[in-house]
Structure formats: C-alpha cells, structure tokens
C-alpha cells in the first residue's frame, strides 16, 4: 500500500514482504495446505486438520457479559507435528516446512521432539512425513518419514546439517498443484501405499 | 489453604472446588485422560494427545530479548474433538466429557461440529467414541459414536435433551481404572475391534 507520500506503511510491507516471499502465488505453505484440507473434507475425500498452536495461558480476564480474555499468554513449543487426520481408514500425520533456501533444506526446521512423535506413528502403522517447499522455485515435496529419519540421524554422526534440493528432488515426490487442492499430498499418498 | 484469621484465600478455594467436584480423586477427566496417554505413550501402546485449545491471538507484544507475550487472545470454538491419535495401526478419535448430573447426560455438552466431525471420522473408518465421566459416581463410560448419533439426532424430532444414565450403562462400556492408565480405555478398544 502506497501513502501520499511515497511511502510505504511500515508494518503492511512488512507482513506482505513476508507473505510474498512464501510462494509466488501470495500463499504461504500453510495457508495452501489448510485450503486444501478444507476442500479435501468438504468433498469428503480425507479428514485432516492443522493442530492449533498451543498456547500457555497465564492470565485470562473475565469480562461481565464479555468473553474471557487471554491478557497474558506465551506460544509453547508444539510436541507433536502440525497435521493430522484419516485417509482411507489410515492414519495420516506430517509436518510441513518452507525455506528460502536455493540450495538445501536445513535440518533446524524440525525439532527433536517432532522427529521422535514422527518415528512412533510410523512404528503405530501410520502414514507419516514431510511436505517441504521450496518456495524460491515454488516447488512442493512430499518425504516420507522413513526416507527423512537416516538424514536427520546423520547430522549427529558427522553427517551434514542440511539434505540438498537435488536429494529431496531425488528421494522425495513433487507434490501437484491443483486448482481446489493447492497442495495435492493425497495423490501421493495413493501412488505410494494404494 | 487456610490463613492465620482462619479464611480461605478466595481463588485457591474456588480452584480446588471445581478441581475436587470432578472426581472425588481430585484429578479431572481431563487430568486422567492426559496421564493415561502419557503412560500409553512412554509404554510404546499407542500414540494419542490431546489437542491444544484453539486461541484467537489478537494482540502480541515483542519485548527485546524476550519471548513474544499475547497480550489479547480469546478461546475459540474447537471444531474437531480433543484427542486423537494411533493405536494398533487404526485412526482413533474422541471426545470427553464429564458431567455431575446424577441422572442423565445432557446433549448440550457436546456440539453440533463435532458431531459432524465424528460422523466424518467414523465414515472413513476411525475408531470414534465419547468418553462420559459421571463425577458423582466417579464411573467412566465408553460410547461408541455409532451408539450416540441417534441420540443425538432424536432430540430435534421431539426426543429428549439428554441420554439417561441407565441408558449409558447399558449401552456403553464401564471404563476401568489402572494405577497407570487411570481411565484405561485401550481395554474397551480392544474388547471391541480387535
């Protein structure tokens, strides 16, 4: 947004520097997963939610007549990852991360406790991993979790910190885009275990 | 807590109430569900959370070198229910709710979305149930959504507003109490389905 005076409102560039680094679309990574949740339970092909984020509450204020309000309250680490749901009778649980990054996926983004819930749903049976953009070229990966474990393992036997673009082009399976389902992970899911 | 000029100190004392009219363990429904799982889990039996409480963050604060601090958050509306997770390979999801009615569970503790949720759930082939705490009985039923939904549905064609509490333990399943696993509902999951 533009002023009279040329120039820019600080925070309203900020937020759309943000949002438009995401993805060329204007969407950031989770913005076209939860879309595409939406439409997958509204055409009754999956029911898969985003976990909200979890929040300690410290102090709430109570209002007469109002909703309570939270006055304090700070974001707690998530212990689990973001997505979860059923498909076709299955289990279905993944983390989705987006990087800048032209070159490598940094291992930083997931987090140790992520990786551990990750390990248990695939031992419980579950269809388990990742979806990783990179959002410089637009493109959306589908790992599964079983391909991921040995890289992250890697880093703490010497193993580099990252995996490149090039091994997530090559382990991993380019997610379409559809018009409705911006991020088509089940198509995926039914080329790989249906 | 009792205070020198012999009165209580009002907070703690309405915080302990509603703790202690829950269960005469003094532990919520909630309370014994969250340390199941976490014995379910430690266990290696299954992988099952409850999910956070959805907060609208309106307002948050960035102090320098701090933790970002909400400073205007409301409660929202959950749309799904709060548990769910894995369990011998099969989708499992519910609801809880416990009630001080000595007669009868009132349908009104549960909403309409997440009726709707749990049909979905149950479609696609999840393991779905409430659990349903009569606190003053300190008895803990399992009912399978399938044995719900036309109690549900028959309070909107002239049915009641409620389910007896003889229906309840006649058509649910007594949840038994472990040490560890305090309402031990895997027993029920397993009796059932497998």
């Not at 009279?4 to 969407?27: D, E, H, I, L, V």
């Not at 987006?98 to 987090?111: D, M, Q």
């Amino acid at each position: 947004m533009r002023y009279p005076n040329g120039q820019k409102n600080k925070s309203m560039a900020s937020k759309k520097t943000r949002s438009m680094g995401f993805s060329n679309r204007g969407m950031t990574l989770e913005e076209d997963i939860n879309a595409t949740n939406v439409f997958y339970r509204s055409a009754d092909k999956a029911v898969i939610h985003k976990k909200p984020t979890p929040v300690q509450v410290v102090n709430v204020h109570y209002p007469k007549r109002s909703a309570a309000v939270i006055t304090e309250g700070y974001f707690k680490q998530p212990s689990t990852t973001d997505y979860n749901g059923i498909y076709r009778d299955r289990h279905v649980d993944f983390e989705a991360k987006e990087t800048k990054n032209k070159t490598r996926f940094p291992l930083a983004n997931i987090h140790e406790h992520q990786i551990k819930h990750m390990q248990s749903i695939a031992n419980h049976g579950g269809i388990c991993f990742l979806i990783i953009r990179f959002s410089v070229y637009n493109e959306t990966y589908y790992m599964p979790a079983e391909t991921f474990f040995p890289y992250w393992e890697a880093q703490f036997n010497g193993g580099k910190k990252s995996i490149p673009y090039e091994t997530i082009q090559n382990t991993g399976y380019r997610i379409p885009f559809h018009y409705q389902a911006r991020v088509h992970y089940l198509a995926i899911i039914d080329q790989l275990y249906f």
